[in-house]
């Protein structure tokens, strides 16, 4: 047998930054987070190669002394916790002490640094092959400057594993996007290869966090985004998430940060996806940049080794609170709140511009008259309709002109936001002009989303009625689902479901809720056991009900090629901006488009 012993100091490092160390962009992650706890406001990256061949970090932090310099680059070496009081209630970046050693023993690395208000010259230290250097003086400012090269040099079998300098680059850069997400009060600047890519000035105002918002997420993103202030028992929430209208095919604009760490949490993913799941095409992401402030004690972040994941002490509460902020804002965003920018937005077809062609229209005048441009042939209107229309243009009301049913006759009078109704276009679009333009409703959607709001608050009035089966169901559980099962008795009554422990791996079924009657009992008891063990909760019976009510408003709203008289039609807009979420349908579709006047004087070259 071989004896134990102790793995040398260079190995136990190496095998560490196993664990810290993946590619370029985790050193890139370790330094800038060792900068933002020295309270640095300015952060500097310069890469090479993708940072394979080298990266330097360069902060204006405090900085550390000579003697700090050589400890630094110990392994568990920390200024950040001191007792496991303090690990408990982690508020820094960094906490492990663990980087700076990992990232010595897999690559040429160099640390300078300069304590503000200590020695006139900084001081450098080397580290060659996991061996610490002596420290040497070194001209430079006050701050920290981390020099990193030949990542993975001496370990090849790593190294192979790395990508293209592209691909590498684009890790750190979006990594460096989040970064200036998490911290506006810091500027960060990044160089490759010797090219400036970016240079984000800290920032100091609304208006300038809009800005940098814009630079990272698009112009786009921003004139779709929804400010978000919500504070609940501790718990706070902040930041900006898209209308349903912008969306993506991935879930390339999601930053979400825990006390100003960037994670990656499925509970979390699950609240925001419950909140976005009848207002979101099928298949379609939403993006948003969004900060949740938690308590320290409450969260622990020293789940994973690069911290990318936490966990709540009480999950629960979190995703409720989650859930229900994104839910009431998105309940907002309906035809009522007429947003300034909305108008040919992102819907499922999101990435391809929209064009309008003003072409030749069917049926219109080919000739003009002398010394005169083309004409566009008269409106088929009813006589009422073109006498009220000729009588505003001579400024005359005479009785047969009477204003269409539901428009003021007083022409200063407030105009709603989806304004009134015009015309029906091919009997799907409404037409109806507003203080900004043309509004373009699609009737059929637009009605689906009111049956179905109306349909959830009367299910919600009367609760999840359960129905009592005929015939039990009998479902194969384990005895911890069983156990679980019992604890979560009443919750499960709440939903309409009841059963009974008919063994030590089983349980018979005898109510299910009254809309769900067709469904799997079993199945879905296993998948409401399932939520409850993972999460402490579960929608999935409302998630089951709701879609069930969609599919009845489907059926029950209006169809295409209905003809509605003037009065029909705004009526529809009206409900329309009493409505919540009716800025889409069921299925996320948009339910209207604002074309404003300026768009309108591009298509016909107006001011040109």
Known sequence: MTTIKLLPDHLVNQIAAGEVVERPSSVVKELIENSLDADAGWIRVKLEQGGKRAIRV?????????????????????????SLDDLEQVVTMG??????????????????????????HGWVVQVRRGEIGEPAPLPMQPGTRVDVRDLFYNVPARRKFLRTDRT??????????????????????????????????????????????????????????????????????????????????????????????AVRDRLIAHAVRTA????????????????????????????????????????????????????????????????????????PAAGHETSLHAGSARGGAGGAYPHSGPFQAGMSLPVSEQLSAYGRLLGERPESASSAPGQPTDETSDIPPLGYALAQLHGVY?????????????????????????????????????????????????????????????????????????????????EVPTLLAGADAARLFQDVLADLGSMGSSERVETQSNEILSTMACHGSIRANR????????????????????????????????LDMGMLDQLFLRGR
Not at 99 to 107: C, E, K, M, Q, T
Not at 287 to 304: E, K, R, S, W, Y
Request: proline share 4%; with cysteine; glycine share 10%.
């Open 168 to 261: 590498e680059f684009n890790h750190i850069d979006l990594l460096l996007k989040r970064f200036a997400l998490a911290r506006f009060d810091v500027g960060f600047e990044l160089e490759h290869d010797g090219k400036s890519v970016s240079v984000l000035a800290p920032v100091g105002s609304e208006e300038e966090e809009d800005l940098r918002v814009s630079r990272i997420m698009g112009q786009e993103f921003l004139d779709h985004a929804i400010r978000i202030n919500e504070q609940r028992g501790g718990l706070g929430l902040h930041g900006w998430v898209a209308e349903p209208r912008y969306n993506r095919a991935q879930a390339d604009r999601q930053f979400f940060f825990v006390n100003g760490r």
């Open 563 to 594: 003809q509605l008289t003037l009065a029909e039609m705004n009526a529809l807009l009206r409900e329309m901006e009493r409505t919540e979420r009716s800025g889409h349908c069921n299925h996320g579709r948009p339910t209207w488009v604002q």
């Open 430 to 510: 409404v037409l109806s002009q507003n203080t900004k333009g043309l509004v373009i409703t699609d009737m059929h959607a637009a009605h689906e989303r009111i049956t179905y709001e109306r349909l959830k608050s009367r299910h919600a009035e009367d609760g999840i009625r359960g129905q009592r089966l005929l015939v039990p169901v009998a479902a194969q559980l384990s005895e911890a689902e069983l156990d679980l099962a019992a604890g979560h008795r009443d919750e499960l009554a709440a939903l309409g479901l009841r059963f009974d422990r008919s063994g030590p791996e089983s349980a018979v079924i005898r």
């Open 58 to 82: 360069h902060d204006d932090g405090r900085g550390m002394a000579r003697d700090e310099l050589p400890v630094a680059l110990q392994r568990h070496a920390t200024s950040k916790i001191a």
């Open 276 to 347: 976005f799941q009848d207002v979101l095409f099928h298949g379609r992401h939403p993006a948003f940049v969004l900060f949740l402030q938690i308590p320290p004690g409450t969260v622990d972040v020293n789940v994973h080794p690069q911290k990318h994941e936490v966990r709540f002490r009480d999950g629960r509460s979190v995703h409720d609170f989650l859930f229900s902020s994104l839910h009431r804002e998105l309940a907002g965003v309906g035809a009522g709140a007429l947003r300034p920018n909305a108008g040919l937005g992102a819907g």
């Open 95 to 120: 906490f492990r002490g663990e980087a700076l050693p990992s990232i010595g023993s897999v690559a040429r690395l160099d640390l300078a640094s300069r304590r503000a208000g200590g020695d006139a």
